[in-house]
């Protein structure tokens, strides 16, 4: 019988928008790349869970779908496998009734158990049920939270090492319980197609979104927020009336709001493109003269992951960042790039004008940067927690 290394998400997928999920969905495909037999598992609401046989037959690892594969980049190698949730799962603010009750006392003890080698979660009370089943884990937590850690998990030898994302919250993670021996410190990646050229496609949406006789395309790709610069970018706009911007992500709400943002600012040279799946990003951010990166000065510039960062770097395309805690680390890597203070819709504008002038659009990308960035893979990554792991369970996942 097949010993998989399971990676689960208490949530169903796909989910655009959603940062956490395309950590989760990215880091199971870089361990399938590698060879281990990972197993992307999450769950499935609605109708298509009443199937009496996948109740009784749940965990069947397949090939993911093509939807499924394209908003998150997935290829072939890696296998996915949906839990049913059917109602009132989740329905009632219970436990008898919560899918992770259902999936910790169900699900991985009966089905998962097994066949199961090693987990992968930032659900910790997936993790718990692993540990108690005798499973070693592997725990991430990429944000601050009041949880108490019991001793008697995080000291468990089947409790392999936690993962976050940023030193700020490792510390409160030990302050919660955590071993200090037993939490590292590790970037999120980034999906090695993005370093694939797309001239074609990238040629095809400059040709689409510049107008007005405009020479240069400045692209934002992340989150629509306040805190993560956004509202700023309407105002840098206004500054740069010769540069076309192009924002990608948020849902059709926030489109709205920030479509009327620009409206009230009488902003014409800016354009909403809503979400785009993954494998459509890329060519997007080939396609611009230059990125931008334009976090505020928040709490959240403490701990937050360079996962945008690093599909920016992977483009080769030149970028524009404030130098916020989280960053500052590159702010010396050899990388097209030119460095911003915070919160200054001014300082950032005339950042951007800098880096037009220094550093041209090269269809192919920068050199350097394509170099740089190749160390901050998502396989990269999974061997770097996985040298954490006692070596007879590593070897024992390897097919």
């Not at 080939?286 to 334009?294: E, F, K, N, S, W």
Request: net charge neutral.
């Amino acid at each position: 019988m097949s010993k998989y290394y399971v990676f689960f998400t208490r949530n169903t997928l796909p989910q655009p928008n959603v940062a956490s999920l395309v950590q989760v969905t990215n880091s199971a495909n870089a361990a399938a790349n590698l060879g281990y037999p990972a197993v992307l598992v999450y769950l499935r609401k609605g109708w298509s869970a009443l199937n009496p046989v996948d109740l009784l037959f749940p965990f069947r690892p397949r090939k993911p779908d093509d939807q499924l594969a394209k908003i998150y980049n997935l290829q072939e190698q890696l296998k996915v496998a949906d839990l049913p949730v059917p109602w009132p799962i989740d329905f009632w603010d219970s436990k008898w009734t919560s899918a992770s009750t259902i999936v910790s006392k169900y699900y991985l003890p009966i089905h998962l158990l097994k066949s199961t080698k090693i987990v992968h979660s930032r659900d910790w009370n997936f993790v718990k049920a692993a540990i108690k089943n005798g499973i070693p884990a592997i725990y991430e937590q990429h944000h601050h939270e009041n949880k108490k850690f019991e001793p008697e998990i995080v000291c468990n030898p089947l409790f392999q090492i936690a993962v976050t994302v940023a030193d700020t919250v490792r510390h409160t993670m030990i302050e919660n319980g955590m071993p200090a021996e037993k939490v590292i410190m590790l970037h999120n990646g980034f999906n090695q197609l993005f370093l694939v050229r797309q001239t074609v496609a990238a040629e095809n949406w400059r040709q689409q979104l510049l107008a007005d006789d405009r020479q240069y395309l400045a692209v934002y790709a992340g989150g629509l927020y306040p805190f993560k610069g956004v509202d700023m970018l309407v105002d840098v706009a206004r500054e740069l009336p010769e540069v076309q911007f192009a924002i990608a992500g948020g849902d059709s709400s926030q489109v709205t709001a920030y479509q009327q943002l620009a409206t009230d600012k009488q902003v014409k040279n800016i354009n909403f493109l809503g979400y785009l799946p993954q494998n459509q990003l890329a060519s997007l951010l080939q396609a611009a003269d230059v990125l931008t990166h334009p976090h505020c000065q928040t709490e959240a510039a403490t701990f937050t992951s360079p996962l945008k960062f690093f599909d920016y770097m992977a483009s080769g395309t030149p970028i524009i960042a404030t130098e916020i805690a989280s960053l500052m680390e590159f702010k010396s890597g050899k990388i097209a790039a030119i460095w911003c203070e915070p919160d200054n819709p001014y300082r950032f504008a005339q950042s951007i004008r800098d880096s037009l002038a220094k550093y041209p659009r090269r269809s192919e990308g920068y050199a350097e940067t394509l170099d740089f960035v190749k160390q901050f893979s998502w396989e990269n990554r999974i061997e770097k927690i996985l040298s954490y792991v006692d070596a007879d369970v590593r070897s024992q996942i390897i097919c």
